[in-house]
């Protein structure tokens, strides 16, 4: 089975920069998903990391260590649109299926 | 490119009966995932289905079914509705397992 944790709440100022972070145990790894879940809306694909190191694209960054069973979302230049829920998922290698966080909500403040 | 679609958006229904979604996945995408989030559990995962045939299931009782046609748009099927089957239902398709999975708008589903 899948176990990952990531913070429930994160608060930062417009311009900021926000580092969500995102643990997990699992019984097997086959690749770490970002979404971006706005309030009332679907999930929208963010980023994959199946080796370890750092992919960025754009505003967003996201890092994988494998090793450690650790992955971080970095947002930078936040604006106010960045308010969303931050969704955390890993696959399984056997049977490919995700496994969610329960997400990290993040506010941007003026 | 059209994204995924999912019909009803929003659906009230009564204790005791059933409910069919409908999910219709990017053009291209073989694969489509069902998930259940709700406030409190998150996003949980329902099943799968690759080339009409279901590949993996979540841990939800029998009365969660599912199938997928020969053009890929899948269905989900719930009987017995109760209460706590209120959750808004979301679809995934992707090109394979491989490939990130994009999301519809969902389907709300009340049942009172």
């Known amino acids: 089975g899948q176990n990952i944790d990531q913070p429930t709440e994160m608060t930062a100022t417009e311009g900021a920069i926000v580092q969500i972070n995102c643990t997990y145990q699992?019984?097997?790894?086959?690749?770490l998903f970002w979404y971006q879940q706005h309030a009332g809306e679907a999930p929208t694909f963010l980023s994959y990391n199946v080796l370890d190191g750092l992919e960025e694209k754009g505003r967003f960054s996201s890092f994988l260590s494998r090793s450690k069973g650790y992955s971080y979302l970095l947002l930078k230049e936040l604006q106010m649109k960045d308010s969303a829920s931050y969704l955390c998922?890993?696959?399984?290698?056997?049977?490919?299926?995700?496994?969610f966080g329960a997400g990290t909500t993040v506010t941007v403040r003026a | 490119k059209a994204g995924v679609t999912q019909t009803p958006r929003y659906l009230i229904k009564t204790r005791g009966q059933q409910v069919t979604l409908s999910c219709s996945p990017i053009?291209?995408?073989?694969?489509v995932s069902w998930y259940q989030q709700t406030p409190g559990q998150g996003l949980q995962f329902l099943f799968e289905y690759f080339s009409e045939t279901q590949r993996n299931k979540g841990n939800f009782p029998g009365r969660f079914s599912g199938r997928q046609f020969s053009n890929s748009r899948s269905e989900m099927n719930v009987s017995t509705l109760e209460l706590g089957d209120s959750a808004l239902y979301l679809c995934?398709?992707?090109?394979?397992?491989?490939?990130?999975?994009?999301f519809g708008p969902g389907t709300r589903l009340t049942v009172t």
């Open positions: 995934a398709s992707s090109k394979g397992t491989s490939y990130e999975q994009y």
């Open positions: 053009s291209g995408h073989r694969s």
């Open positions: 998922a890993v696959r399984d290698p056997g049977d490919y299926k995700l496994s």
């Open positions: 699992t019984s097997g790894f086959n690749g």
